[in-house]
């Protein structure tokens, strides 16, 4: 069932349950008040010298393959930044590793919840299951290509996995529902095509050109998830879908 409306309960978080505890807190605070001048400069400090300390989120190796060792030599990678192609593509790999694994969860939420009318059906989501399990194997057949090491953790793939660590923990969640799922799948899929559009302009800076439809048509399967996920919400939420991709005057 759809939480259109979110359930009236007895929750204890704000400050309004407890009114006369809430006030003799307020008191003790305002008698033992700590004044500060601070205006966030000194953790910024703070941050920065921990910043210069720190190592970087990672590195790009190079070629593992003397393959890929003699292409990059040749300069048959033609763009000025192939370990940046190598980089994105890490990260497209990793980002649809998770997105695999978000519709593996998003599918046991059709199978055993309450639907919607609007709503996904089981052959809709392992359609897209399976479309994200293909994408992840398209960027490790292109990292092999170019002579890399799927199995490397870029750093552009390590700061995507850390971003979507919490889009996981969200739908993996015993508490949400399918609707809720959805949500966070808005999330990975705005970033997903965001992801892939970068991906084709370091492709064709690169030269790539046998390349170029398959990454066209992971873009093409990306738009088509993004609209599918968006209808289904706005249809969990009783509304029209108001969005055409323009910002209206």
């Known amino acids: 069932m759809a939480t259109t409306n979110a359930e009236v309960g007895f929750n204890r978080t704000g400050i309004e349950t407890a009114r ?11 008698e033992f008040r700590v004044d500060s001048e601070s205006d966030g400069e000194s953790i910024a400090l703070v941050r920065d010298l921990y910043a210069r300390e720190a190592d970087p989120m990672g590195s790009v ?10 292409k990059a030599l040749a300069g048959l990678l033609t763009g000025a930044r192939p370990q940046q192609l ?27 919840q309450a639907g919607f009318a609007g709503g996904p059906t ?8 399976l479309q994200e399990y293909a994408h992840f194997r ?25 971003m979507t660590a919490g889009i996981v923990a969200v739908a993996v969640d015993p508490r949400t529902t399918l609707e809720q ?8 899929e705005l970033a997903d095509n965001e992801g892939w559009e970068t991906l084709l302009e370091f492709v064709i800076e690169a030269g790539e050109s046998e390349v170029i439809e398959y990454v066209r048509k992971a873009i093409s399967d990306e738009a088509d998830h993004l609209a599918h ?8 939420q009783n509304r029209d879908q108001m969005f055409t991709g323009e910002i209206a005057p």
């Open 138 to 162: 398209l960027a490790e057949d292109l990292i092999r290509r170019l002579g890399g090491d799927p199995t490397v953790v870029t750093p552009s793939a390590n700061l995507h996995g850390t």
């Open 181 to 188: 799922c959805l949500e966070a799948a808005l999330l990975a």
């Open 86 to 112: 190598l980089d994105k593509l890490g990260e497209r790999l990793a980002f649809e590793r998770t997105g695999t694994r978000l519709y593996e969860v998003i599918r046991g939420k059709v199978q055993h």
């Open 61 to 70: 190796p190079p070629p593992a393959t003397v393959g890929g060792t003699v």
């Open 20 to 30: 006369n505890n809430a006030n003799a807190m307020l008191e003790a605070a305002e």
């Open 229 to 236: 996920v968006r209808r289904w919400l706005a249809a969990a």
């Open 122 to 129: 089981l052959d809709e989501i392992e359609r897209i299951l």
